[in-house]
């Protein structure tokens, strides 16, 4: 069994700041790509950031420049800090990994159970 704990979210005023972070825990051989995505009420989830594990990164358009992903492959967490903040970012942020257990060559997709994230105007 492999589970995925997101931590760090909150209500933040806009132009503020907050990070989230995720660790991934259980049974794991091995962690490919980690990622955040986001979902607000209404709309479909959608990536904010990811990153591989030898560190090739990627954001949507809409938060470049603003938010700073990072990992610890050790450990086996990812971390999310978002600064200047917009009531837009608001949403339930989801910690995702695909994940390879030990002995198998398949990698599978895990979830946390989101974070809150609230920006006011």
């Known amino acids: 069994q492999v589970q995925l704990v997101e931590s760090g979210g909150g209500l933040v005023q806009a132009g503020g700041s907050l990070r989230l972070s995720c660790v991934a825990s259980?049974?794991?051989?091995?962690?490919?790509?980690m990622g955040w995505y986001r979902q607000a009420p209404g709309k479909q989830r959608e990536l904010v950031a990811g990153?591989?594990?030898?560190?090739?990164?990627n954001y949507a358009d809409s938060v470049k420049g603003r938010f700073t992903i990072s990992r610890d492959n050790a450990k086996n967490t990812v971390s999310l800090e978002m600064n200047s903040l917009k009531p837009e970012d608001t949403a339930v942020y989801y910690c995702n990994a695909d994940v390879r257990r030990p002995g198998s060559i398949r990698y599978y997709s895990y979830w946390g159970q989101g974070t809150q994230v609230t920006v006011s105007s």
């Open positions: 259980g049974v794991i051989g091995s962690i490919n790509s």
């Open positions: 990153i591989t594990s030898s560190g090739s990164i």
